[in-house]
T-cell receptor
Framework: ETGVTQSPTHLIKTRGQQVTLRCSSQ?????VSWYQQALGQGPQFIFQ???????GRGNFPPRFSGLQFPNYSSELNVNALELDDSALYLC????????????FGPGTRLTVL | SQQGEEDPQALSIQEGENATMNCSYK?????LQWYRQNSGRGLVHLIL?????REKHSGRLRVTLDTSKKSSSLLITASRAADTASYFC???????????FGAGTTVTVRA
């Protein structure tokens, strides 16, 4: 167990809807990153938050947005869901150093119908 | 796009045998990490090797890094059924922070 939790575990939505996924951080971990993992592929970096500010973003459209709260927990919001958004969404937390180990949560499985 | 590629895509071995998988990456890195994933669940960090290191050990795991060839290998010795999982390499490039993953190697250990 990494101490990082995510909710919900599974989620089913329909095209066009909006979804919010949540991630709790390990104590002392002020940096959180979100990844999307499509079936049979490796995770793809969505964005990273450090002390409540987004400080890095991968190749994802603006309908993917996030928040980080003062307790370093985080949310991933996806608007106008598309079928291709179906994936496992993983968050990872770490202490902020660039080479620090990242600790992943168990993921949220999102299915878009 | 993915920074790294693993080889082979899938591996099936007998319990007790060694498993070797390779990873190649495209640009200069700060470090390279290996992760394990069981049945589409969260990723478990196995080992991190920095760009100035050539080999690292952790229990039954041995990782090598060849920066001239932009490649790394993960060796699992004396495999067990519990090692059945997907294994991913992830690189952190210079002046960056995000993990860039390959597509993974699926390892099946037969009892």
């Amino acid at each position: 167990e990494t101490g990082v939790t995510q909710s919900p575990t599974h989620l089913i939505k329909t095209r066009g809807q909006q979804v919010t996924l949540r991630c709790s951080s390990q104590s002392g971990h002020n940096t959180v990153s979100w990844y999307q993992q499509a079936l049979g592929q490796g995770p793809q970096f969505i964005f990273q938050y450090y002390r409540e500010e987004e400080n890095g973003r991968g190749n994802f459209p603006p309908r993917f947005s996030g928040l980080q709260f003062p307790n370093y927990s985080s949310e991933l919001n996806v608007n106008a869901l598309e079928l291709d958004d179906s994936a496992l969404y993983l968050c990872a937390t770490r202490r902020g150093g660039r080479t620090d180990t990242q600790y992943f949560g168990p993921g949220t499985r999102l299915t878009v119908l | 796009s993915q920074q790294g590629e693993e080889d082979p895509q899938a591996l099936s071995i007998q319990e007790g045998e060694n498993a070797t998988m390779n990873c190649s990456y495209k640009t200069s890195i700060n470090n390279l990490q290996w992760y394990r994933q069981n049945s589409g669940r969260g990723l478990v960090h196995l080992i991190l090797i920095r760009s100035n290191e050539r080999e690292k050990h952790s229990g039954r795991l041995r990782v090598t890094l060849d920066t001239s060839k932009k490649s790394s290998s993960l060796l699992i010795t004396a495999s067990r059924a519990a090692d059945t999982a997907s294994y991913f390499c992830a690189s952190v490039v210079l002046n960056d922070y995000k993990l860039s993953f390959g597509a993974g190697t699926t390892v099946t250990v037969r009892a």
